[in-house]
């Protein structure tokens, strides 16, 4: 697929058009608008630019082009979004590389949809497997919405099924479905197993999990990692859940198929688990585009433990709030609902503990607390672990868990006095830690640095909005970005976003390449997948600051007297900054009179005072 292929999709593609199919559009303007798909709201903030070809909500921050908009409705990966475009605009996508053919996935596809009919045929008329069933207390209307089924004893039921029904078998045996014997016939993969189809967003069956209903083999058996069936980014009942999981703001994220089931039949009905116990980047991503709470529900034992205290990290990271829900011992939702006990189960959700706290927690009993060198030891496992955590306050009530552990607060002098001094000595430690970003967001907290570009709820200050003018000149391009450019560089701009966007805007003007095209960059959410070495925060909030900008501009007529307003403006607030921090550096004695920096430091003044 070239790049000329994608440009010419985009162009012949009516957003407003194909938007307008799932979301009903209002004209405002030049542009469009409309309630937010991807998050919840009452007043409208989706805005969709044809012109463009680009859409943004202010609401929720998300944002790009045709392509983005069904990869994030229908969580399609880019060369499927891709092809379902190529061929409503009627583009034909020259094929490279080794990936199958679209003819090849769907022959894929309908085997496996074949494959759960038969299986689901199966479980009708097969007595043991029906018994299993109503032994785990799962109705047949449950049954029927997750679409369960049995693959029967024996080695060849599928394949025959297959044979007789016309179904390609190689198609079948790429899906994972049945295995090639040295004869040169199939065998089934799946035998004497209660079987639960996963469905990929758009609910479509692309793999199966199969339980073993006997005694040999392993207890659970999934389909393997084929091209329409990706574990890293399949949640199993996402597309029963991803409604719920919306209107709720939140996920409940178990660790098996029958917890799934269960939860459902709790009426939790936003519970989801990722394929296998590891939870992944690509697992955050997918529930990101739905919501941004996470309650982990996982197993008592120590595997189970473990994975929340990874997950938990995972998602904390992800921007999650993440919350720990405590079973009691021995069980997990799915004993739980079978044995009648729902109230303990919705008691444990809604008693979940945030994740960083359940992580601490966890690390203060794996001491002897009793022991002055244990605590110590662990105080300093714990001071690593509380700078990881991103939310400065949640930091602050971490740190006075801790206190009573510390030396000074054992220390007689004064029960006060030795709490202060271990609450300061405890924080110290902590900051020390801290990554360099976090440290410096604490010391500007003013900066635009900390909202995240386009969605802040306040209003913009003379200076925020005098640089968005001024970028927005320049992504237009033409006369007045040359104008613009020729007056203030990327270091003249105060906000840290507008700063980068800037940055990238002067990058792509040296090399010839349209800064319009800044929120549809390669490598940024448009692939579906995270960017290798992780998404620079402060590189997706310019691109996000880019696409508000284009998508709604900048609400007055750009003129070269305006521009030179902002521009003075701009650098105004820029020189009141430096000297503000030069000042400092002086006051404290850090700069003294031969250092170079205190000449910089005169030449403001005396522009300062006339
Ligand atoms: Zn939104």
């Not at 608008?33 to 202010?58: A, D, I, Q, Y």
Request: proline share 5%.
């Amino acid at each position: 697929m070239t790049r000329e292929a994608t440009d010419e999709i985009r162009a012949r593609i009516d957003l407003v058009d194909l938007i307008g199919a799932h979301v009903r559009l209002t004209k405002a303007g030049r542009s469009f608008k409309g309630l937010c798909p991807f998050h919840e709201e009452k007043t409208p903030s989706f805005h969709v630019n044809p012109e463009r070809g680009m859409w943004h909500c202010f609401g929720c921050g998300e944002h790009g082009d045709c392509f983005t908009f069904l990869m994030r409705l229908e969580t399609l990966s880019f060369p499927e979004a891709l092809q379902r475009l190529a061929d409503k605009a009627g583009v034909t996508l020259e094929r490279r590389g080794r990936g199958p053919s679209r003819d090849q996935r769907d022959e894929m596809l309908s085997a496996l949809a074949s494959a759960a009919r038969f299986y689901g045929e199966c479980l009708q008329k097969s007595e043991r497997a029906g018994q299993y069933v109503r032994k785990r207390a799962i109705d047949a209307e449950t049954a029927s919405k997750f679409g369960l089924g049995f693959a029967p004893e024996g080695w060849d039921n599928l394949a025959g099924f297959f044979a007789r029904e016309k179904v390609d078998l190689g198609a079948a045996e790429k899906a994972g479905l049945v295995s090639r014997r040295r004869d040169g016939g199939y065998y089934d993969r799946f035998r004497n197993r209660l079987m639960f189809p996963v469905t990929d967003a758009s609910d479509r069956v692309v793999g199966f999990g199969g339980r073993d209903l006997g005694t040999d083999g392993p207890k659970y058996l999934n389909s393997p990692e084929t091209p329409v069936f990706r574990k890293g980014s399949t949640l199993y009942g996402f597309g029963l859940a991803r409604k719920a999981i919306a209107a709720a703001g939140h996920v409940v994220l178990v660790e098996g198929y029958l917890d799934v089931i269960s939860c459902h039949r709790a009426g939790i009905d936003n519970a989801v688990a990722a394929m296998g116990t590891a939870s992944g980047e690509g697992h955050v991503a997918l529930l990101k585009r739905v919501c941004d709470r996470a309650v982990l529900c996982f197993d008592m034992d120590s595997a189970g433990q473990k994975a929340a205290l990874a997950a938990s990290e995972l998602f904390g990271a992800g921007g999650f709030d993440a919350r720990v829900a405590v079973l009691p011992e021995g069980d997990d939702p799915d004993s739980l609902v079978a044995s009648g006990r729902m109230a303990d189960l919705i008691r444990a959700l809604e008693g979940a503990v945030p994740a960083a706290d359940y992580r601490l927690d966890a690390l203060m009993a794996s001491f002897d607390l009793r022991e002055e060198t244990e605590r110590s030891r662990m105080l300093e496992k714990a001071v690593e672990m509380v700078a990881r955590v991103p939310n400065v306050f949640e930091r602050d009530r971490l740190i006075r868990k801790l206190v009573p552990y510390h030396a000074d607060f054992r220390k007689g002098y004064g029960a006060d006095r030795g709490e202060d001094s271990a609450e300061t000595r405890i924080r110290q430690a902590v900051e020390r830690m801290l990554p360099a970003g976090a440290k410096a967001a604490r010391r500007m907290p003013s900066s635009a640095a900390q909202k995240p570009a386009g969605r802040s709820r306040t209003p913009l200050g003379a200076t925020e909005k005098a640089e968005r003018i001024i970028l927005m000149a320049l992504l237009q391009g033409g006369e007045l970005a040359d104008h613009a450019a020729a007056r203030i560089a990327p270091d003249g701009f105060v906000g840290e976003v507008c700063r980068q966007l800037a940055a990238e805007i002067f990058r792509r003007r040296e090399v010839g390449e349209d800064p319009a095209s800044i929120p549809l960059a390669e490598g940024a959410p448009q692939t579906g997948e995270p960017a290798p070495g992780g998404e620079d925060m402060q590189q997706e909030q310019a691109r996000r600051l880019a696409s508000s900008l284009l998508v709604r501009g900048a609400g007055a007529p750009l003129t070269k007297p305006v521009l030179d307003d902002c521009v003075e403006r701009v650098l105004a607030e820029s020189r009141r900054r430096e000297l503000s921090e030069l000042q400092d550096l002086v006051k404290r004695g850090e700069i003294t009179r031969d250092d170079p920096r205190f000449q910089e430091y005169l030449a403001l003044m005396r522009r300062a005072h006339g």
